[in-house]
Structure formats: structure tokens, C-alpha cells
């Protein structure tokens, strides 16, 4: 494992310090999914940092965002993620809960794959193998965007498209092999005891609101917040609205 790769945002010395927030991108995407949060976020105090995903196991991937903040000397954040992010979250909390002051759980499910879910796994990485990312993209972003946002924001397609295409076939296949590799996290949901924020995508067909419901009742005190006319990625299909749930969660609970 070699230096991991992040994007971050701090907040300028006019506005108080807020902390840290860690932000897990979702499948087939880099980090640059995040780059509507990290000003938004890093405008009111916070120190917004977005890692790349780069090592083929999740407790791999675990283990590189605990050296990143060792690194940057950061001793607590809090730790959210979209979808395959939504997961590293919980093996973070997992393997290095003092580090965890507040969880953004965001359209992310607690479950590990079913054996037909490992098949549907399998049959990409052979499509990133054989076709590259661009037969993945054309694939899962169907899957990943919500119906309405498809139909009407031809602009989010196109961008969900671009940063799916700067990843290689190779980084996919590292990515397939992560979600693979992820442990059930259901145990660890009534031992959460920090702020939580869960987001789902009323139109999200992978982690669809039940999935939702079930964290937020299992999560003591946990929020949840459904948003309408979104799929899989509300960060980047409703940027503001996005912005302004997460940033009120934030202010009031972290």
C-alpha cells in the first residue's frame, strides 16, 4: 500500500474550526464525486478530506484511511460515505471506533453480499476486464441515478459518466473485489453511539429506503432523512438540498 491519494478542502481563517469530515466515495466513482461537498462544507469550519479508494480488500481499505489521518494528525472525524463508502464507514467504526465522532450513512446498506449478489460481482469484473469502464458505466448508471434525475438532468449523467471514466479497468476491478471482500456490519448497529446521519434516494433501487429504515432503527438516536425524486447518488443528482441536510446535521449534532 503507498501514499493514498484524497482531496480535501479546509475551511478559511475567517470562519471557526469546525472539525474534520471524511468523505468514502461510492462505486464505479473516485473521489472527485465529492467535490460539490468540499466547498460547501469547508465554507462552514469544516476540514473536508475525500480519499481515494486504492487497495483490494476492505479491511485494506480500512487500514489506509486510518494511516491518512494519522498522517494529517487527525484524531477524530466524522466518517461518511455513499454506497461502497457507506460500508468502509462501518469498518472503520468497526476496527477504529475512536476515531468515529459522527456517522453520515448515505444511501449504503449493512448487509454483505448474498451469493447472487457475488455472482453479479464476478460478471463485472470480467465486463471491466473484456470492455473497460466505459461498458461499467453504461451498465450501472441505470442503477445509480435515480429515474427522474435520468429523465431530466441529462447534465448528471454526463458527470457521473466523466468521473467514472477516470478510473482504469484495473482501479474497477479493485473496487468490485472491495465490495466483496465487506463483512456484515448488522451487529454493529445498536453499539452505535454517536451522531448519526442516514440519507437515502426515494428512487434508489440498490439501497432502497427499507434498507434505510431498518439502519435507522437499529442505530440509537440515528437521522433519517429521505429525499424525494433522487436515486443512489444525492450528493451529486441534488447537490444543494444534499448540502443543506448534511450541514444542518452538523451544526445541530456534531
Not at 45 to 57: F, L, N
Not at 117 to 129: D, M, N, P, S, V
Not at 176 to 187: G, K
Request: charge should be negative.
Amino acid at each position: 500500500m503507498g501514499q493514498l491519494r484524497y482531496l480535501e478542502a479546509r475551511s478559511s481563517g475567517s470562519v471557526r474550526a469546525r472539525g474534520v469530515v471524511v468523505l468514502l466515495h461510492a462505486f464505479p466513482l473516485t473521489a472527485r464525486m465529492w467535490q460539490p461537498q468540499l466547498g460547501a462544507l469547508s465554507e462552514r469550519g469544516w476540514h473536508v478530506i475525500a480519499p481515494e479508494m486504492a487497495s483490494e480488500t476492505m479491511d485494506d481499505c480500512t487500514g489506509d484511511v486510518i494511516d491518512l489521518l494519522d498522517g494529517l494528525h487527525v484524531h477524530d472525524a466524522v466518517i461518511g460515505g455513499c454506497s461502497m463508502g457507506g460500508y468502509l464507514a462501518f469498518n472503520v467504526l468497526r476496527h477504529a471506533g475512536s476515531y468515529v465522532r459522527g456517522l453520515l450513512l448515505i444511501d449504503t446498506r449493512t448487509q454483505a453480499d448474498a451469493p447472487e449478489a457475488l455472482e453479479g460481482r464476478k460478471r463485472l469484473i470480467r465486463l471491466a476486464e473484456e470492455q473497460g469502464p466505459s461498458a461499467v458505466l453504461d451498465d450501472m448508471i441505470p442503477k445509480v441515478l435515480g429515474d427522474t434525475t435520468r429523465r431530466e438532468r441529462t447534465d448528471v449523467v454526463d458527470l457521473v459518466r466523466s468521473i467514472g471514466m477516470d478510473n482504469s479497468s484495473a482501479a474497477i476491478v479493485r473496487m468490485v473485489r472491495v465490495l466483496m471482500s465487506r463483512p456484515d456490519a448488522t451487529p454493529l448497529l445498536p453499539t452505535i453511539h454517536v451522531p448519526t446521519l442516514i440519507v437515502v434516494g426515494e428512487e434508489d433501487t440498490i439501497t432502497p429506503v427499507a434498507m434505510a429504515r431498518q439502519m435507522h432503527h437499529g442505530i440509537p438516536g440515528s437521522q433519517l432523512v429521505v429525499m424525494q425524486r433522487i436515486g443512489h447518488l444525492p450528493n451529486l443528482e441534488e447537490p444543494h438540498a444534499f448540502n443543506d441536510v448534511v450541514a444542518s446535521f452538523l451544526d445541530r449534532r456534531v
